[in-house]
């Protein structure tokens, strides 16, 4: 008997989707909900760099998936439409170091990316600094999982650097947005003397969304990125109470109503299903990991597979397995043993272990399957 793939799925012209792409991380919504003093005070810090003066630090803080990002692209949008300033947001997963960051400016101010080699820190800075002067515009600086410069110990440096710019080049104007999911972090502790003292940033925090604010944002992306009917209102209430489950980080219920639509489609079916919302669920709740782990390093990723391998063994013989397979020192692997427990994806604490003084004990704080999975 042949197989008739087209009555197991929908054929290639027919979807339930009317328009997937709002269900990608990086879409901004036409309505940003439930926002909206934190949107007040972000247009407070940056309205002095309207009238041409330096705007006011920010320090946005708030868990996973609870609008910080997009809350700047969205602001950072308007200000490309209707002012002078030059709004630039910085990934720092990517960037993690003061030069990375400053090369993304660069490539913000000129339109071009710097040379690749033979340019030192202190001329990138000045070319920069030198452009906003000469063409009178207020730089807005966002770094985003701007934790990840701590983890690097590179935080102060950068921060000195875009802070003091105004001190080496007369006329600069820079204003620095800081955004940060890690909230074990104390980011004004953690920096030098010489940067907490010219700082001083406004707070915004954006609190987890609760589930009816998370019915509410979810049924209004499924309206625009779903046909009419494909989604019924018990399908939309199991979304946003596994959301929920996962701390109301949002872009895992964006990610599971994308994943369910595909299984409702692989069913032949024009509406989604609470059954495909379930079966979606092992692999969205994990979005915020595959996220982080995307943005590991080779060693990095290499120490999480052999801890996620030797789950429940001794932090030395983890160090013996990784430094077999990749002839790293332990300096190398303590640092990214700290790196990883700040990221969040391991627990590393240290122990008495008896005849042997302290030890750190190495722990998981996800599934080892779904992390090598993802590695």
């Known amino acids: 008997m042949t197989d008739e793939p087209e009555e197991d799925m929908l054929s290639w012209d027919e979807s339930v989707f009317r328009d997937e792409r ?13 926002r909206e003093s934190q949107m007040q005070n972000l247009k407070y810090a940056l309205k002095p760099a309207v009238r041409g003066s330096r705007p006011l630090n920010v320090m946005a803080q708030g868990p996973p998936g609870t609008g910080k990002t997009t809350a700047v692209n969205i602001l950072f949008d308007e200000l490309r439409a209707r002012t002078d300033i030059t709004p630039i947001r910085v990934n720092c997963q990517v960037n993690s170091t003061r030069y990375a960051i400053f090369s993304q400016l660069f490539e913000g101010v000129f339109d071009y990316e710097p040379p690749s080699s033979g340019i030192s820190f202190k001329k990138l800075f000045s070319q920069v ?3 906003l002067v000469e063409d009178d515009e207020v730089l807005v600086v966002a770094l985003d999982d701007v934790n990840y410069l701590f983890y690097e110990s590179e935080a102060s440096d950068t921060l000195y650097s875009l802070l003091r710019a105004h001190e080496e080049q007369g006329g600069a104007r820079i204003g620095v947005i800081v955004i940060s999911s890690d909230l074990d972090l104390d980011m004004m502790a953690e920096l030098d003397g010489r940067v907490q003292s010219v700082f001083r940033p406004e707070d915004i925090y954006f609190p987890p969304y609760d589930e009816p604010e998370l019915v509410e944002i979810l049924q209004e992306r499924a309206d625009r990125g779903f046909h009419e009917g494909a989604v019924g209102a018990q399908v939309m209430d199991r979304v946003a109470e596994l959301t929920a489950e996962q701390g109301g980080d949002l872009r895992v219920g964006i990610d599971l109503l994308r994943r369910a639509g595909l299984n409702a489609e692989m069913r032949a079916s024009r509406a989604v299903e609470v059954q495909d919302v379930e079966e979606s669920y092992e692999k969205s709740k994990y979005v915020h990991l595959s996220r982080r782990l995307g943005e590991l390093s080779d060693s990095e990723a290499d120490l999480l597979a052999v801890i996620a391998e030797h789950d429940g063994e001794q932090a030395g013989d983890i160090y013996e397995a990784f430094h077999d397979q ?5 300096t190398r692997y303590s640092e990214i043993i700290n790196k990883l427990d700040q990221l969040g994806v391991i627990d590393a604490t240290y122990t008495d272990v008896d005849g042997r003084g302290r030890s750190r004990e ?8 779904a992390v090598l999975d993802r590695l």
Do not use: K
């Open 362 to 369: 190495l722990s998981l704080n996800y599934d080892a399957d």
């Open 326 to 330: 990749t002839d790293l020192g332990y």
């Open 129 to 131: 600094t030198d452009q």
């Open 22 to 34: 709002v269900f990608e991380i990086d879409y901004v919504p036409e309505t940003f909900l439930h």
